[in-house]
Every structure is written in C-alpha cells, then in structure tokens.
C-alpha cells in the first residue's frame, strides 16, 4: 500500500510541475508574442532594433581591436588582457553583468556598499513613512504574491545554509597547505567566473518558486500518508527523536566528545563558511557590484574619498590614482547616471580607463541624488533631502569635489616640486581637466561662471562637454507636455514627490530582475525600448541595456529630484540657460540680487578656458541644434570654443563601444600644455632661470 501511495504521489508530483511549468512558459510565450505583434505594427522602430542582442551591456575585456590613440599608451596589464583575449576563444569572453560568486571577499565593499547603504536607507526612511506610507501599501498589495513567491527560494536557501553552518568545525575544517591551494585556484579563476552571469530575472525566479512549493507540498503529504499507513513506525521515529533531544541537554562532561564549537567561531579560524556566507548575504541575484568593484576587478588602482558639501551633503569621489603625475582629469556623469557609467564599457572602451592609460590621474565624480541620501544630518527626511535644483549641482557639489582634487594633488606633490615651481605665484602644481556629459556638462559651466562671478579660481584647464544640457527649447513633443505639466502642477506635486527614485529595496530589485529578462525575451525588451525611445521623440540609445547597469540595484540607485526636473522646465519655457527661478521677485532678489534668475548665457564672456562641445547626430534628449546654440554664445563671447558631431545617441557618449569618440576626447585633453616642470624638466628649468 505504501509503495502504491508513494508511486501516486511522485507521479502526481510530476504531473502538477509539468501542467505548471507548461502553463507559466505559456503565459510568457503569449505576452512575448503579443509584444512582438505589437512591435510588427508599430512604427519607427527599425532603428531602435539594430541592436537587439546587445540590449544588455556586456563590457569585455576583449575589444575590436587596440584604439589608435592606445598603442603606445596602454599599460602592461592591459595589454597582456588585450593579448590574452585574442588568443582565447570568443566564446570566453569577461561580461560586467555576472551576478554574485563566490569569490565576492577578495575585494572589499566600497565606502557605498550594500550594507552600509541599507544601514543609511533604513535609518533615513523610518522619518518619511507617514508621507508615503499610502503609496507603498498599494503597490505592496498589488504585488503581494510576487513579492511571496520571489522571496521563498532565498528564505529555504538561507535555512539550509545555516543548517550547514552547525556542522562540527572537524568536519568541515581544512589543512592550511588545501585552502591556500583553493584560495589561488579561486584567485586564478577569477574572471572565468565572472563569465558567466548569475543574475536571475522575475520568471526564473518564479520557476525557482514554483518547484521549491511543490516539493515542500508533495513533501508534507507524503510524511502525512506514511504517518497514517505505518502508525507504528512513526511512533517509533517520534519517540526516538524525543529522547535523543532529552538526552542531549543533559550536563556532559567537559572533556567528552560531544563538544561543539559555536558556529560562530568557524569563520573566525576557517574561511569556507566565510565565502559562502557571503555568497548567501549578497542580494537575491542581482548585481549590486559597485564602481570600485569594476575598477578592482580589472586590476587597476582604487581610492574613494567621501567630500562634504557646504550644505551637508556627503559625496563619493571615486580615484584611479597616478600620485605622481601633473595631468589630472575630472569626469562627471549625468542625470540618473553614476561613476559607474565611465567605467561600464571595460579596458577598452571606457573613459576613465583610456585617460588612466594615457598618463592621468582620474577622478570620477558622484553628484548628490543617490538613494541611499548621505548627509552630515542622520536626521534629514527624504522632502528636505531631495530639495535642491541644478543650482546646488553646480554651487555645491562641483565646487567641493574640485577642491577636494585640490587638496589631494598639492599635498602629493608638495613634495616633488623644484626651486623653480616654489617661486611661481601659482599655487596649482597640475593640470585639470573637465569631461561632462548631459547635466554635468551644465552644473560645470554654472561651476566656472559663478566662481569667475565671485572672482574665485576654479582650478580648470579644459573643459569637454559631451551633449551638454542647458538649453531645451528644441526638443519632443513628449518634453513638451512634461514641461508644461511640471510648471502648472509644481505647487501640488512639489511637496507630495520630492523626488523621482525607487524608495524600496523590493522594487527596485524587481527592476533589476526586469532588465534581465528583457534581454531573455527580446520582443518584450524591444516594446520597452521602443516605448522609452518614443517618450524621449525616437533617441535610439541602449535604453533597457542601461537599467541592467550594476548602479541600478536593490541597495541603490541614482534619483532624480523634483526641482532638478522643475529647473529644466523653466530653462526650456524661457528658451535661456538660467538659474532656478524660486518663483518670486523677493526670492530671486535674496538669492541672486535681481528680480529675474541668472541668465548664464549672457555671462560667457567670463569663460576663460578652451571648450569642446561634442554633440550626437541621433540625440533627441538634448539635441545638436541646442549645443551648437552653446557654440554660437561662446563663440560671440569670445571664448575658445570647438563643436563636434558623431553618429551618437545620447547615452552612446558614455556606453558606446565605438572609439572614435575616445579618440577625439584623448586628443583634446592631449592640447593641454604640461607644467614648467614637465616642459623644461629641473635641471633645464634651473638653467632657463638663470639665463633670464
């Protein structure tokens, strides 16, 4: 009877997986078909599907080939990749989106990592849940069963490891000489690891669920019906469990060998239960990988260094150091972008590695507008955090992250400087530059011309500003009605959304685990990318590839604030370059001396650093006709101006494979003339001196 039973269960099991998996792959495969059906008849998507197996970003260690502005540049590490990756096969190629593995504690959590981000989180949400508690309990309702059944497989995972923790440290503890061996193969096979990608999207997880339900079901009727059939034996089972557990709280002498050792020693003296805890503690299979692990994990240098703004905001300035060198060059990212997107594209292909490569010291900046919201104030509510425009970005962020550089330059070179150095009046021993892309390219104009405004240095040599925002008036339709939107509905929305984020960890893991399954299924993926490419007039950028992106995770995420969006509002109703209008004589008069905000347009005469503006044919967020109006200002004003174009969309100009654009921004930092030092070298210099 028993075997009848268990030969019943085991086929229903079977059937029930079967008629579920069928009915959930059914379900995908007609709302990819309908996206596809929908994708057949809508128009203008030609273009946005070019790319369509390279939505998700997948930098490489391994490019086309060496860029030209690299042969002689690239380091010895680089160019040992380059030519390992040639030799290799193509399939072995290193991607950025592999999820966690177990290899996580080589290198160590950056000063933003998860934990100490959700620390912050947590501490900085308890003050705002009554504004937004209404918000959070619809969507929590709505997607209460996904929610459920996307947390079960991690909650029986994290059961069974603890399980495993327990185990007497005899039976799992290794000799000195097997785990060293195991740590070097771990070191050696690092970024083969690392090839595959470990992120799973919402429907794996949902089949993950899905079986670990039934078993657990089909599991508990089957213990009930051997309970039932063989009383006897479960009785017996029953009682045996319940003395063996009496038994062991008895008092037991010290020496026996029943002593445990306490699971939580185990990682202190051996490090296996160390590795897999961490794999275990790391976010439910999404990539949460920061800026520093894509810099550390490519083997070049890291150093983060946390400024502190004039109003309190606390920064993250990201460093791949050249201590000794007088080039330096300062890149600053854009709205809803990080560090993380001048890095993303890998060795070949990225910014920031392409300038370390050519000899500079490189500083990645991070404006305020993270969700994690770091301020001196622990006690600061989401309203009074996010409550800043692009005044604040180009005010206070920039002024502090330069002054920082600064500070950090002058004091590692203080020491190398010659006798002749010491008798120039400026005290500015390097040589900076300035690549901005989007709003970093205004907030960094607003920087230079207030600071020349208040007759303060601002420490720049070159500024190269990639599809600079500032001026709007040309833009989609789609604009438009935000803008006019935005201005109409300020007084109401401005205090109900301070700012624009993803306030729960829950959600914006959901959108990570989206992003992974728009690359699975592609005619979903296309009608978002579609979609976002409408809303932003038909830009054809990397749209869905980007939010795969590790700075979009469920431990943080770059926000957008309320007045951010306002003030490109106003810039586009007024056709200007402008401050942000507070709304009344009285408050402009306070802030700016003038009824009206400043118009910086009229101020660049003030400029006096060369400029090159870059802008993309196939940019419809900022478009060409709007830098080329940046151009003609600068130009009447006299400033030394240049204007590009490429074949780029907006967000190319950071997550581009292609390297014409690398190319061209090396070969302007490459016009910036070297120091004294670097020009004449001590000895010469000290004979030049003399001569005079």
Not at 10 to 37: D, H, P, Q
Not at 55 to 60: A, D, I, R, Y
């Amino acid at each position: 009877m028993q075997r009848l039973v268990d030969n019943v269960l085991a086929v229903t099991k079977e059937s029930v997986k079967t008629f579920t998996y069928e009915s959930l792959n059914n379900v995908v495969r007609l709302i990819n078909g309908v996206s596809a059906l929908l994708l057949a008849i809508l128009p203008g998507k030609t273009n946005i599907l070019e790319g369509i197996h390279g939505w998700e970003l997948k930098p490489t260690f391994r490019g086309p080939r060496l860029p030209r502005w690299m042969e002689n540049g690239v380091s010895s590490f680089n160019q040992f990749i380059h030519e390992l990756s040639v030799d290799s096969d193509t399939s072995s190629s290193v991607d950025y989106s592999s999820g966690e593995d177990s290899d996580e504690n080589i290198h160590l959590a950056s000063p933003l990592s998860q934990s100490s981000r959700v620390s912050r989180a947590s501490s900085f949400f308890k003050y705002d849940r009554r504004r937004t508690g209404f918000f959070r309990c619809i969507f929590s309702w709505i997607l209460l069963p996904a929610k459920f059944l996307l947390k079960i497989p991690f909650y029986i995972c994290r059961t069974s490891y603890s399980r495993w923790s327990k185990v007497p440290s005899t039976t799992i503890s290794q000799p000195s000489n097997l785990r060293s061996m195991k740590k070097a193969h771990v070191l050696k096979d690092h970024h083969v690891q690392r090839a595959t990608d470990k992120r799973r999207g919402v429907i794996e997880d949902l089949h993950l669920a899905i079986e670990i339900i039934i078993e657990v079901i089909f599991d508990v009727v089957h213990k009930a019906a051997h309970c039932l059939l063989s009383p006897s034996d479960a009785f017996r089972t029953l009682s045996t469990w319940f003395f063996s557990h009496s038994s062991s709280t008895e008092d037991v002498p010290a020496g026996s060998s029943t002593d445990s050792v306490p699971a939580a020693t185990l990682g202190e003296n051996d490090p296996t239960p160390t590795e897999r805890n961490t794999s275990f503690h790391q976010s439910l299979n999404t990539d949460a990988r920061t800026c520093r692990d894509v810099i550390t994990e490519l083997g070049y240098p890291y150093e983060a260094i946390r400024v502190t703004t004039a109003d309190g905001y606390v920064l993250l300035l990201e460093r791949i150091p050249r201590r000794d060198t007088r080039k330096v060059v300062y890149l600053q990212h854009g709205i809803m972008d990080s560090s993380m997107g001048w890095v993303s594209n890998g060795i070949v292909g990225s910014p920031a590695f392409a300038a370390f490569d050519q000899g500079y010291d490189v500083f990645l900046g991070n404006l305020r507008g993270l969700v994690s919201r770091e301020h001196i104030d622990k006690n600061m509510s989401s309203r009074q955090y996010w409550r800043y425009s692009i005044n604040e970005h180009g005010s206070e962020d920039i002024p502090a992250i330069i002054e920082k550089i600064h500070e950090v330059k002058t004091s590692e070179l203080k020491s190398s400087q010659s006798d002749l150095e010491e008798e120039i009046s400026n005290d500015q021993p390097y040589k900076l530059c300035a690549i901005c892309h989007s709003l970093g390219g205004a907030a960094i104009l607003m920087y230079v011309i207030t600071q020349r405004i208040e007759e303060k240095p601002h420490r720049l040599s070159r500024l190269i500003l990639l599809s600079p925002a500032g001026f709007h008036d040309d833009s989609s339709f789609a604009f438009t009605v935000v803008e006019y939107l935005f201005l109409w509905l300020a007084p109401i929305l401005a205090p109900l959304f301070p700012g624009f984020y993803i306030p729960t960890r829950f959600f914006r893991m959901l959108l990570n685990k989206l992003a992974r399954d728009f690359h699975n299924y592609p005619a979903v993926g296309g009608l978002v990318q579609t979609l976002m490419s409408y809303f932003v007039g038909g830009d054809s950028s990397n749209w869905v590839g980007v939010l795969g992106l590790p700075h979009y995770n469920m431990n943080d995420m770059p926000g957008v604030s309320f007045h951010v969006a306002l003030h490109l509002a106003q810039m586009k109703r007024a056709g200007k370059f402008i401050m942000f209008d507070y709304g009344s004589a009285a408050a402009n008069m306070d802030v700016y001396g003038s009824t009206e905000p400043l118009d910086l347009g009229e101020y660049y005469g003030l400029i006096d650093v060369p400029i090159d503006l870059v802008a993309g044919q196939k940019d419809k967020v900022i478009r060409p006709s709007m830098v080329r109006k940046h151009y003609k200002l600068m130009r009447d004003s006299g400033v030394e101006v240049s204007y590009n174009e490429f074949e780029y969309a907006h967000l190319d100009f950071t997550f581009s494979h292609r390297e014409e654009l690398l190319a061209y921004v090396m070969s302007r930092l490459l016009l910036v003339k070297p120091t004294l030092k670097q020009q004449f070298g001590p000895k010469n210099a000290r004979l030049k001196k003399k001569d005079a």
